[in-house]
């Protein structure tokens, strides 16, 4: 999947599916737990844990680098 420089997990797991994304409860990088606000690298294996319903916050507008993915946090933080 192709990100922008400096994309964190957020940004990854909107980039994957807008539900992944809503549903983001923490990142494994590379095997590791990794904050919200790690910076991805080139050939990291993220994967994205979940929760069972949407747990979408504001404050993950401050760890989203990429527009498109702030674009949809608000557009689901308004409905």
């Known amino acids: 999947i192709r990100l922008e420089k400096d994309s964190t997990p957020i940004d990854?797991?909107?980039r994957v599916h807008?539900?992944?994304g809503t549903r983001y409860q923490?990142?494994?990088v590379n095997g590791k737990m990794e904050s919200?606000?790690?910076k991805l690298k080139t050939g990291d294996v993220v994967e994205?844990?979940?929760t069972k319903k949407p747990n979408i916050n504001q404050s993950w507008l401050k760890f989203a680098k990429s527009n498109s993915t702030k674009a949809r946090i608000r557009k689901e933080l308004n409905k």
């Open 12 to 14: 990854f797991a909107f």
């Open 18 to 20: 807008t539900q992944i």
């Open 26 to 28: 923490g990142a494994i």
């Open 36 to 38: 919200m606000d790690f």
């Open 48 to 50: 994205i844990l979940l």
